[in-house]
T-cell receptor, first 114, second 109 residues
C-alpha cells in the first residue's frame, strides 16, 4: 500500500509555455502533499506543502505565482509551472502523507524547457 | 535552526563488511527521524523510522539525543545495498521533512 503516482514522467516544452504535473495517492487519502525539486546529484528541496481545500504553503524563495499548486481532493495535487524557462528544467517530485509524518514519494517528473 | 547533516557524500565498502552512514541533526523540538533510500532509477522509499524501532533489510538506526545523531548501520553489507541514502527530520507542526544531502553508498564485490 501507500502508492503515489505522478504524471507525466517526463515532459519537454518550449520556453514560455505552462506545464502541469499531477500527483495522485492511489490507495490512500493524503492529508498533506508535498512538492520537491531535485537538481542533479543534489538532495531534495521542498518547494511547498499542500493541503486539500486550502492554499499551499510555499518555502522561502519559491515563487508562488510561478509554481501554482492546486489540491483538489484528498488524492490529487497538481503543480503548474507557469511561463516555464530553461532554468525551471529540473526533476520535480511529489510526496503524500496519510497522517503520521511518513511521506510516500512519487517517481518524479523530469521537465526540460527548451 | 533545523538542519540535517550527512557528512559523507560518498561511502564505499566491500561486500560483507559493516557499514555505517552518519547522520546528525539540529532541532529544538522532539526529534523524529527517518532514513529514506533511493535505488538506481527508482523512487525514494522509506527505509526506516526511528519510532518504529524496526530492522529493515538488516539496517538499524538508533536515535542518540546526546550526540544528536541517527546513524544507519548494517553489520554485513550486500551488493544490493548500493544506493543513495537520505536522512530526514520531521518538523513538528508543519509536518514537513528536512533532508540531509544524502550519502551514495557503493558496495564493492
Amino acid at each position: 500500500g501507500a502508492v503515489v503516482s505522478q504524471h507525466p514522467s517526463w515532459v519537454i516544452c518550449k520556453s514560455g509555455t505552462s506545464v502541469k504535473i499531477e500527483c495522485r495517492s492511489l490507495d490512500f487519502q493524503a492529508t498533506t502533499m508535498f512538492w520537491y525539486r531535485q537538481f542533479p546529484k543534489q538532495s531534495l528541496m521542498l518547494m511547498a506543502t499542500s493541503n486539500e481545500g486550502s492554499k499551499a504553503t510555499y518555502e522561502q524563495g519559491v515563487e508562488k505565482d510561478k509554481f501554482l499548486i492546486n489540491h483538489a481532493s484528498l488524492t490529487l495535487s497538481t503543480l503548474t509551472v507557469t511561463s516555464a524557462h530553461p532554468e525551471d528544467s529540473s526533476f520535480y517530485i511529489c510526496s503524500a502523507d496519510r497522517g503520521g509524518g511518513t511521506q510516500y514519494f512519487g517517481p518524479g517528473t523530469r521537465l526540460l524547457v527548451l | 535552526a533545523q538542519r540535517v547533516t550527512q557528512p559523507e557524500k560518498l561511502l564505499s565498502v566491500f561486500k560483507g563488511a559493516p557499514v555505517e552512514l552518519k547522520c546528525n541533526y539540529s532541532y529544538s523540538g522532539s526529534p523524529e527521524l527517518f532514513w529514506y533510500v533511493q535505488y538506481s532509477r527508482q523512487r525514494l522509499q522509506l527505509l526506516l523510522r526511528h519510532i518504529s524501532r524496526e530492522s529493515i533489510k538488516g539496517f538499524t538506526a538508533d536515535l542518540n539525543k546526546g550526540e544528536t545523531s541517527f546513524h544507519l548501520k548494517k553489520p554485513f553489507a550486500q551488493e544490493e545495498d548500493s544506493a543513495m541514502y537520505y536522512c530526514a527530520l520531521l518538523i513538528q507542526g508543519a509536518q514537513k521533512l528536512v533532508f540531509g544531502q544524502g550519502t551514495r553508498l557503493t558496495i564493492n564485490p
